[in-house]
């Protein structure tokens, strides 16, 4: 197994592996990510409710409560080849701010579809903003010697979601 480079990156990204794709996106040996147009919100009585923040901007953002918990989808859809896993990371700037990326950040192969992130506020008096665009996360990419007999995108059960 091996980390896909810069190069590859933008090979990948340049054949339909990342869309909306720009080269600015690509790191040494990852990809930006940028959040989308909708949060799930926890409600305090319990369940979730959905917030559009396509309107919310970097002067005018959404307010994210110290503490809260929110899912969001990625802006961009990720198509990974049955040889590809990858996994999300939280940019090291959006750690400092406060934020925290819960739980799933494996990625398997042979997925397509826009990401689900799990994000959490860890701030004790402060609130974190987020708009759609927001970049926030970094996928790292790992290339296999060989394909699984039965990839994600026979067996996934969120293959091919676009929304959270």
């Known amino acids: 197994m091996s980390t896909l480079i810069d190069t590859q990156l933008m090979a990948w990204g340049r054949s339909g592996g990342l869309v ?3 080269e600015a996106q690509v790191n040494p040996a990852s990809v ?4 989308g147009s909708i949060l799930k919100v926890e409600s305090p009585g319990g369940g979730m409710y959905e ?3 396509s309107d ?4 005018a953002p959404y307010l994210v409560d110290p503490g809260e918990w929110i899912l969001t989808h990625t802006e961009e859809v990720v198509a990974l080849s ?8 939280l940019r090291s700037s959006a750690a400092r701010a406060g934020w925290d990326h819960c739980l ?3 990625i398997d192969p042979g997925f ?3 990401v689900t992130l799990e ?5 004790n008096y402060t609130w974190l903003p987020i708009q759609a665009g927001l970049r926030i996360g970094q996928l790292r990419f790992m290339r296999m010697d060989q394909a699984p007999g039965r990839p994600y995108s026979l067996t996934g059960r969120y293959n091919g979601d676009m929304d959270v």
Request: aromatic share 6%; charged share 20%; net charge negative.
């Open 20 to 22: 909306p794709f720009s």
């Open 32 to 35: 930006n990510l940028r959040i």
């Open 51 to 53: 917030v559009d923040i």
């Open 56 to 59: 919310c901007s970097a002067s």
């Open 82 to 89: 049955e040889r590809l896993e990858a996994e999300v990371c």
């Open 104 to 106: 799933a950040g494996y």
């Open 112 to 114: 397509t579809g826009k």
């Open 119 to 123: 994000l959490q506020n860890v701030n």
